[in-house]
């Protein structure tokens, strides 16, 4: 069973940076991050493929956030800057044992099969 573990949430203000660390208990194919917001469904942030050759972001963090990983070290980090309060939520990594795409997979949270219990981020002044 594949174990996934979040790291780096915190409060943060407006314009401010975090850096997110997703650590897998293996070798993951492709892997993503996810958020949920109070009373929002689960939504797509950013995914990558197995080699990190291939990365999809959704529409309203291209350009803020960064996707990376780093087989070595079974992690998969999240380097986001100009924080939004819209960006506040739960933020999950999830992996898949599908073949599919990574643009597939965070658009359809469902296709995931491993979850990591979350880190909370809050954006605030």
């Known amino acids: 069973q594949l174990q996934l573990v979040e790291s780096g949430g915190g409060l943060v203000q407006p314009g401010g940076s975090l850096r997110l660390s997703c650590t897998t208990s293996?070798?993951?194919?492709?892997i993503g991050w996810f958020r949920q917001a109070p009373g929002k469904e689960r939504e797509g942030v950013s995914c990558?493929?197995?080699?990190?050759?291939?990365?999809y972001y959704e529409d309203s963090v291209k350009g803020r956030f960064t996707i990376s990983r780093d087989n070595g070290k079974n992690t998969v980090y999240l380097q986001m800057n100009s924080l939004k309060p819209e960006d506040s939520g739960v933020y999950y990594c999830?992996?898949?044992?599908?073949?599919?795409?990574?643009?597939?997979?965070?658009?359809?949270?469902?296709?995931?099969?491993?979850w990591g219990q979350g880190t909370q981020v809050a954006v605030s002044s």
């Open positions: 999830a992996a898949t044992h599908r073949i599919t795409t990574v643009q597939a997979m965070c658009v359809s949270p469902s296709l995931n099969d491993y």
């Open positions: 293996r070798f993951t194919l492709a």
């Open positions: 990558i493929s197995a080699a990190g050759s291939s990365t």
